[in-house]
């Protein structure tokens, strides 16, 4: 042994701390490198260190000649020019009409179906490592006999990553007294499905909207009527949900105007004025901090004539999709960065006509691996 060597368990502290990118070309070095870096207790503790690695801006959307395409952002001070068009996994090119659901510690969920769109199926994606997997949704809730509601989220304790279906059924009118629920969890780590039988929702709720992954929760916007927004929550470490009152002012606002979003790690909520789907002359974004006490927080309002958010970055600056311009209807949607003290607008570069971006962030890890 070298007089100099560094103790082995000094090395693995210091890789804790290096850069996905780096650690994948390490596993070359040694044996040992490989065995460690390999092992899930050092992925585990890489991954509850993500928050100090880079994080990226996920832009997806469709070309009408190519298909869906999907762009990353390094979110940096130069963040417009640290882009790359991310190379998709064989697994998920077969995917018919995938939806991004959302990101937790590094890996990306998407929701679609088998080539034949005879299975549903979800979709985890590593972007960082090149790695994903693919799991069929249960027959009894496939194509054809439900559409269940996906959620996603790894448990910041486990570093186990975690898919939730969640279906409601009910017999109108009697709503109240036939309401059923009926919730399935897949853990990775055991490959298998599993009922979720205890602390469900105990009222119905009459619409699911798009779900936002945070640290530990997965959110939904929930209209419990036509005229009231609720948020259910799902804990992905206690496996429990929770109803969440909101204010009034949004609370009452009408829920085809009402959106959800994730900004900071933290659940984003904004309303839109007037009657326009999506749209209105005022946006006004909220922010929900998740603690013992809901503190509630108006962030901004900004002018939205023909605009809508699609997005965060992780200083909280809205990403817009600008829809078009009053002098020109015809002119394709761009996506833009949108600084709200200065009403400035950063061009991404990014305009297709007539689909619309989707936008998630996501960090540097070695889940998947």
């Known amino acids: 042994m070298c007089e100099y060597e560094i103790p082995f368990h000094i090395q693995e502290e210091i890789m804790k701390r290096l850069p996905v990118k780096s650690l994948i070309q390490f596993r070359s070095v040694s044996k040992a490198w490989k065995s460690l870096i390999d092992s899930s207790e050092f992925i585990a503790a890489h991954s509850l260190r993500c928050h100090t690695h880079p994080q990226h801006l996920l832009v997806s959307y469709e070309d009408p000649e190519e298909g869906i395409k999907y762009v990353s952002y390094i979110d940096g001070d130069t963040f417009r020019q640290q882009r790359s068009l991310l190379t998709v996994p064989v697994s998920i090119k077969g995917l018919k009409k995938p939806v991004v659901v959302g990101s937790s510690h590094g890996l990306l969920c998407l929701y679609g179906s088998d080539p034949e769109l005879t299975t549903k199926m979800v979709a985890l994606w590593n ?14 809730l496939s194509v054809g006999k439900s559409n269940p509601s996906v959620g996603f989220g790894v ?29 399935l969890v897949y853990n990775l780590s055991s490959g298998k499905w599993r009922n979720l039988s205890t602390d469900l929702p105990a009222k119905p709720v009459r619409d699911w909207s798009p779900v936002v992954v945070t640290d530990r929760f997965i959110y939904s916007h929930s209209a419990g009527s036509s005229t009231h ?44 004025s007037g009657e326009i789907y999506p749209g209105g002359d005022i946006c006004t974004v909220w922010m929900m901090e998740h603690g013992i006490q809901k503190l509630f927080t108006k962030l901004f309002d900004i002018k939205t004539p023909h605009d809508f958010i699609v997005g965060f970055r992780k200083n909280g600056i809205p990403i817009i999709q600008v829809t078009y311009d009053d002098d020109d209807d015809d002119e394709p949607p761009r996506l833009v960065v949108y600084e709200p003290n200065s009403e400035h607008n950063n061009f991404l570069e990014i305009s297709v006509y007539p689909f619309s971006f989707n936008v998630n962030s996501y960090m540097e890890t070695l889940l998947l691996l």
């Open 155 to 183: 448990c910041s304790v486990t570093s186990d990553p975690k898919i939730v279906l969640i279906t409601q059924s009910w017999d109108d009118p009697n709503i109240e007294t036939s309401y059923r629920f009926k919730v």
């Open 127 to 140: 972007p960082s490592i090149r790695k994903s997997i693919v799991v069929a949704v249960p027959d009894q």
């Open 229 to 272: 927004n609720m948020i259910m929550s799902f804990d992905v470490t206690n496996e429990t949900f929770e109803s969440i009152d909101l204010p009034d002012t949004l609370a009452h606002h009408h829920p085809v105007n009402f959106f959800i979003s994730k900004v900071r790690d933290s659940l984003a909520m904004f309303k839109y």
